[in-house]
């Protein structure tokens, strides 16, 4: 039997800061108020006109120089992010062409917060089949470029990074072991782009209106996202015989802390287990779980039983389990 093992991460945060003090210097709000809602300080923002590949290169770059391998021996690069580069070509293909994974297949994925997940699933199946060795899957998104910072319920929410990992395969017993994916697509009115697509194409009227940025219904999204976050977290972790005890590390979407409070509390896993970044960070998207991996590499340890969560539009929603599958502190 194959298993899909992640055998490496890297990853990339821009360096510029964004903090509550500076966001409410151009928006009516305090760093308690954010702070008390979202358990957020700052968020990095990508300046320079440079896009969400930018931020994939960086990490696919480290993950290549930490693991040591050939990028002519990456067989695919996978990206999940709401934020391409543009519509078309895919931000998979420019990563990979930069990256010098020149004998890759590349290609999107989009599934907004959740994409992580989705991700994860998605090139862990290409491993399984046998016919594929070395994936490359990268997640991450700019949201500070479709961030809407006349309004103030939403602008302190996001910050841009991204996170990669490599997938390999495995006989033994560790690797990306189980995942529950979900949809309900009543979430539309709740949390979405207006306007960009075929439904609503771009007009000076949507520029002016802000369309183009995140719409979000916070009370509803907030409200299912606790729901939903905690229940999958918990199926997932029914259906593979797991206790609190043999959990190692809870690893939420950085949406709301909240939220991540929610989760551990509905598994009762005490806090010390949960990575949590979202102070720094803020809400990063499809790059928040890949995020927290990465900064919490050296901690992990083989057979360590890590349970992921993620949220989004869509709705999507979704679990992974995963044994992890080499000490973190050889890198």
Request: proline residues 3%.
């Amino acid at each position: 039997m194959i298993n899909a093992v992640i055998t490496g991460i890297g990853g990339y945060v821009p360096e510029d800061r964004l903090t509550n003090d500076d966001l409410s210097k151009i928006v009516d709000t305090t760093d308690e108020w954010i702070m008390s809602r979202a358990g957020i300080k700052e968020r990095r923002v990508l300046k320079g006109g440079k896009a969400t590949s930018y931020m994939a290169i960086k990490a696919v770059n480290e993950l290549i120089g930490k693991t040591g391998i050939e990028p002519e021996s990456v067989e695919g690069v996978i990206c999940a992010t709401s934020t391409g580069d543009y519509h078309f070509p895919s931000t998979a293909s420019i990563t990979a062409y930069q990256t010098g994974c020149k004998n890759a297949f590349a290609f999107d994925i989009q599934a907004a917060c959740s994409g992580f997940i989705y991700l994860l699933e998605t090139a862990a199946n290409y491993i399984r089949s046998g016919r594929y060795k070395r994936i490359i899957a990268v997640a991450g998104d700019m949201m500070t470029a479709i961030t809407n910072y006349t309004d103030r319920t939403t602008c302190p929410l996001f910050g841009d990074g991204c996170g990669a990992i490599l997938i390999e395969p495995t006989s033994d017993s560790v690797g990306i072991l189980d995942s529950i994916l979900r949809t309900d697509g009543s979430g539309l009115p709740f949390l979405k782009m207006k306007s960009g697509g075929t439904a609503s194409m771009p007009s000076y009227e949507s520029i002016d209106n802000h369309e183009h940025t995140v719409y979000q219904e916070g009370k509803a999204v907030f409200k299912r996202a606790v729901i939903e976050m905690a229940d999958v977290a918990a199926e997932i972790v029914e259906r593979n015989g797991l206790k609190k005890e043999n959990i190692d590390w809870i690893v939420p979407h950085q949406a709301n802390l909240r939220i991540i409070d929610a989760a551990a509390r509905r598994l009762e896993v005490p806090v010390e287990k949960v990575m949590i970044n979202i102070q720094r960070y803020g809400n990063t998207s499809s790059g928040s779980i890949p995020l927290c991996l990465w900064e919490w590499e050296s901690q992990l340890r083989r057979g360590d039983n890590l349970i992921l969560a993620a949220f989004g539009a869509g709705f999507t929603w979704g679990a992974t389990y995963i044994k992890w599958g080499y000490d973190g502190s050889d890198t």
